[in-house]
């Protein structure tokens, strides 16, 4: 009796590996999508990113760095298909983001930055918590920041935006009926707005509704200078879709195929609100921080200021 259990138990967990391990491995088989990172040697530099990659492996770095991007993630660039990693091995998907997402991060900084960053971060990014790999040598630094600039190079376009709708939202830009650069469809967007949403993102769309009180994760605030890069499409879509694991609504809920017109709001009340909130944006000028690609620019290695140990590691020997 107690043996028919056993083998019982045994059979239900090799069937669960089999279904969950064994039948996705021999099953799943993606084609390679033509966008996997190139690993050439870059002569200009003299390093090799293929070694970088190991040293990456080596230090850890995906214990904190991810490398795919999700429907709800914004200013990671676009989104990640199965095939992209079919020559990444081992892949370096990662699990946690205590730092950003790297999986499109090539050319988003210079060189010099992202050097300068792995020798100190708080050098470049005050208050980073990412510690401090200066203890690599020349070659491997060299070689790890050639890395990080591939990340993402083998995309079809060029990785310029860092914001970029799926697919199917580019197209919609094409049956858009509403003229979103006009003050009058701002206008009618406000009023949908008031309705809406300002119980969640407030009157000015600070994100301070009464309703965010009590939302874990907080309603956007529209004031913020890094949403004038938001496109149309873009907004459409974060309308149209909500952001997973956050109570922002899908607007567009209740579209069918036959009725596409459908929806909570219909797809001209949308365009509206896009109207709407690309006026809330304000000028970078009051946010100017150092991680701004123009400033930085301008920033040389030998400038940055020289840490002593004392500087960046707290006192030992008590609180
Ligand atoms: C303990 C966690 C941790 C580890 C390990 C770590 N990082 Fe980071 N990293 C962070 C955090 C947090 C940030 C965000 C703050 C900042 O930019 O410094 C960051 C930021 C970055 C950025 C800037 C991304 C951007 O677009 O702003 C790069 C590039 C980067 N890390 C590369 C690396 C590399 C390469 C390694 C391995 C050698 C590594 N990190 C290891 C936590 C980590
Ligand atoms: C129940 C509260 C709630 C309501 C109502 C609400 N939102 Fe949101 N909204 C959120 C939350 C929470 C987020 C997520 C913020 C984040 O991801 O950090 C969000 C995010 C967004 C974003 C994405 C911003 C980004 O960073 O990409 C847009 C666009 C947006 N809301 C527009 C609207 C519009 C337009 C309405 C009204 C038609 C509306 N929201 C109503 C809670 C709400």
């Avoid at 009590?214 to 949403?227: D, H, I, M, V």
């Amino acid at each position: 009796m107690y043996r028919a259990g056993a083998l019982g138990v045994l059979i239900t967990f090799f069937l669960i590996i089999w279904a969950t391990v064994l039948m996705p491995m021999v099953l799943f088989n993606p084609k390679p999508s033509g966008n996997g990172n190139v690993y050439s040697y870059d002569e200009k530099a003299h390093a090799d990113p293929a070694r970088g990659r190991r040293v990456f492996v080596r230090e850890g770095c995906f214990y904190c760095h991810t490398q795919f991007t999700r429907l709800q993630d914004r200013g990671y660039g676009p989104l990640v298909k199965a095939g992209d990693y079919v020559f990444e091995t081992p892949h370096q998907l990662g699990t946690a983001r205590t730092g950003p997402d790297l999986t499109n991060e090539g050319g988003k900084f210079p060189s010099e930055w992202q050097k300068a960053h792995l020798i100190n971060p708080r050098a470049v990014k005050p208050g980073s918590i990412m510690p401090s790999f200066s203890y690599l040598s020349d070659k491997d630094m060299n070689d790890l920041v050639a890395y990080i600039q591939t990340l993402g190079n083998g995309r079809e376009k060029k990785v310029t935006a860092y914001v970029e709708a799926p697919e199917e939202y580019k197209l919609a830009l094409a049956t858009k009926t509403v003229d979103t650069n006009s003050d009058a469809a701002a206008n009618a967007g406000r009023g949908l707005y008031i309705q809406n949403c300002a119980a969640c993102h407030g009157m000015e769309g600070l994100g301070n509704g009464p309703n965010s009180i009590s939302l874990e994760k907080k309603p956007a605030n529209f004031t913020r200078p890094f949403y004038k890069q938001y496109p149309d499409d873009f907004w459409f879509y974060r309308i149209t879709e909500g952001v997973p694991g956050t109570r922002m609504p899908r607007w567009g809920d209740g579209a069918t195929l036959a009725d596409p017109r459908g929806g909570i709001l219909t797809p001209e009340q949308r365009w509206y609100l896009v109207a709407y909130l690309k006026t809330l944006s304000k000028d970078r000028d009051r946010e100017e921080t150092v991680d701004n690609l123009r400033q930085l620019n301008k920033v040389k290695v030998e400038q940055l200021p020289i840490l002593t140990k004392e500087q960046w590691e707290p006192p030992s020997g008590g609180e």
